[in-house]
């Protein structure tokens, strides 16, 4: 199982979320690799089982300008089987909070194998850590369902 963690962040609050992550992921012995958006080959996109998306909001609720072309990927390449899962980090006091979490969440819907999506509120605080434990366990659980392994948390 290879998943990808592709990610953007300006100020650092989604930087330091899908560190967390990642590290929950190795801890459950899965190869994962994250990626700034800037440094993720886009045409090796199909070559990952999964894939979890890390985003901030920006403007109006708004899809930050340098997702779009990974954004677009999904829409176009044939992407049906990866199973993905969204993350993100917004300020709940812009009406459409975490609205880029949202707008991924749709298209991968669509588009792939959608399992799972967070929201955190600016940075992570202490109860998030098991939010996120949560997103990584449901991830996991649905991915070997899907794959007909079944699943076994440590
Ligand atoms: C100009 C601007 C617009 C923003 N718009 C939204 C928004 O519409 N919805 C939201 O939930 N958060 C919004 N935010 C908050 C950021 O998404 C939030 O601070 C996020 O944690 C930043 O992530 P980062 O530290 O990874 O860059 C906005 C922040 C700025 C500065």
Redesign the pocket.
Known sequence: MKIAIIYS???????ELVHLIGQLFLKKKVDVTLFRVEEFPIMDLINYEAVVIGT??????EIPQEMMELYRAFETQDVMKILTGVVG????G?P????AVDEFKEMLYVHTNLLVTLKIE?TLQLKDIDRCRKFVNIFLNQLRRKQGIGSHFS
């Open positions: 962040s300006k100020t650092g609050n989604t930087e901030y909001t920006w403007g109006n609720g980090t917004g300020d709940s812009y459409k909070y975490c609205g600016l």
